[in-house]
């Protein structure tokens, strides 16, 4: 688990993502990566789960909030 935290970042900084969509699972949902993702002007879609329980809970109310 630490080595794909610390093996994201290296990979994407090796990689062109200006204006393209990164995909990763809950292990990867860092600030930090997001961050980088942002910076690299690149979009990101990022898994969310149990293991992140107060920043779950905010995306549950606001999808509920736009889509209830």
């Known amino acids: 688990k630490s080595n794909e935290i610390t093996a994201i970042p290296e990979l994407l900084e090796a990689l062109s993502i200006k204006g393209l969509l990164v995909t990763i699972d809950a292990m990867g949902c860092q600030k930090s990566i997001a961050k980088q993702i ?31």
């Open 38 to 68: 942002v910076a690299k002007k690149g979009d990101y879609l990022l898994m969310v789960k149990g293991n992140q329980p107060k920043l779950l809970e905010a995306i549950e109310i606001a999808f509920i909030d736009q889509h209830g």
